[in-house]
């Protein structure tokens, strides 16, 4: 199982970034995939569940309104669309493969930072 994120970077509050998270070395769309979150010196938060079949989701409170997850399985791709950026959203963001309702692979995780 390989995931790598990318598309993070420096954005102003109230902008807006994309990130994507390649996956390989599995049936990407047999599986849940998550966005979770780490602030810096603060644990991990769940951000976003998308579920693989079905394809419905779901949003921690923060993130609702304003975050759209999704998912190109013909691709093995996992986005999470991010508007209205706020200072608080700044962390390391992870894609991670579900099994059940656990986490059992993680990205490197891309950075972003919310700041004027």
């Known amino acids: 199982v390989e995931l790598v994120e990318s598309g993070g970077g420096l954005v102003q509050p109230g902008g807006s970034l994309n990130l994507s998270c390649a996956a390989s070395?599995?049936?990407?769309?047999?599986?849940?995939m998550s966005w979770v979150r780490q602030a810096p010196g603060k644990g991990l938060e769940w951000v976003s569940t998308?579920?693989?079949?079905?394809?419905?989701?779901s949003y921690t409170d923060s993130a609702k309104g304003r975050f759209t997850i999704s998912r190109d399985n013909a691709k093995s791709t996992l986005y999470l669309q991010m508007n209205n950026l706020k200072p608080e959203d700044t962390a390391v963001y992870f894609c991670?493969?579900?099994?059940?309702?656990?986490?059992?692979?993680w990205g490197q995780g891309t950075q972003v930072t919310v700041s004027s």
């Open positions: 070395g599995f049936d990407f769309s047999s599986y849940a």
């Open positions: 998308t579920y693989g079949a079905a394809g419905s989701t």
């Open positions: 991670a493969k579900m099994s059940f309702t656990e986490f059992d692979s």
